[in-house]
T-cell receptor, first 113, second 114 residues
Framework: GQQVMQIPQYQHVQEGEDFTTYCNSS?????IQWYKQRPGGHPVFLIQ?????EVKKQKRLTFQFGEAKKNSSLHITATQTTDVGTYFC?????????????FGKGTKLSVIP | EPEVTQTPSHQVTQMGQEVILRCVPI?????FYWYRQILGQKVEFLVS????????KSEIFDDQFSVERPDGSNFTLKIRSTKLEDSAMYFC????????????FGDGTRLSIL
């Protein structure tokens, strides 16, 4: 079945440092979504990428979708303590007639003030 | 902003008992989902539901599980004869459509099987 791998599993950064999490799929994706889950909370939708090579920005967050539509990244510039949480990518397989989202294991971000 | 609401927030049940987890999706959404997250692990898809029937289900969603939309607002997940390994956070989500649509998650129900 489809697998979505995400690295690193954990990341500790000093406040103000940058952070990047990477997501790789075993199959080509029709689109990829990114979610953030605060400790004790539920996944909250951040963004969706659909086009090959797409780059989207939300303030300090930059999201990329690879040319082959099999990988994606989330980069946070100058982290703040409010960025703490687990960031999940979730991909939908291309052309399989399936709308099921497969989540990565997530990257847990800790920001040291 | 409209929210997905889930009840109860925490359910403690003896092994072998049946549980029903309840969800009220966002009112204009047409697609509903259940996910499971074992403590510290990733979010796992269980089932999607549209037009009063299951549209997709994962390998996890076996005969022990069932879903229902008993009225115009509620969406339930029933787990029959619960096992210890069913202990997890169960999230309900909804979306306006399938495909390239964001899913909105509820706060979850923490299910503890004793």
């Amino acid at each position: 079945g489809q697998q979505v791998m995400q690295i690193p599993q954990y990341q500790h950064v000093q406040e103000g440092e940058d952070f990047t999490t990477y997501c790789n799929s075993s199959t080509t994706l029709s689109n990829i979504q990114w979610y953030k889950q605060r400790p004790g909370g539920h996944p909250v939708f951040l963004i969706q990428l659909v086009k090959s090579g797409e780059v989207k920005k939300q303030k300090r967050l930059t999201f990329q979708f690879g040319e082959a539509k099999k990988n994606s990244s989330l980069h946070i510039t100058a982290t703040q303590t409010t960025d703490v949480g687990t960031y999940f990518c979730a991909g939908r397989r291309s052309g399989a007639g399936s709308y099921q989202l497969t989540f990565g294991k997530g990257t847990k971000l800790s920001v040291i003030p | 902003e409209p929210e997905v609401t889930q009840t109860p927030s925490h359910q403690v049940t003896q092994m072998g008992q049946e549980v029903i987890l309840r969800c009220v999706p966002i009112s204009n959404h047409l697609y509903f989902y259940w996910y499971r997250q074992i403590l510290g692990q990733k979010v796992e898809f269980l089932v999607s539901f549209y037009n009063n029937e299951i549209s997709e289900k994962s390998e996890i969603f076996d005969d022990q599980f069932s879903v229902e939309r008993p009225d115009g607002s509620n969406f339930t997940l029933k787990i029959r004869s619960t096992k210890l390994e069913d202990s997890a956070m169960y999230f309900c989500a909804s979306s306006e459509a399938q495909g390239a649509q964001p899913q909105h998650f509820g706060d979850g129900t923490r299910l503890s099987i004793l």
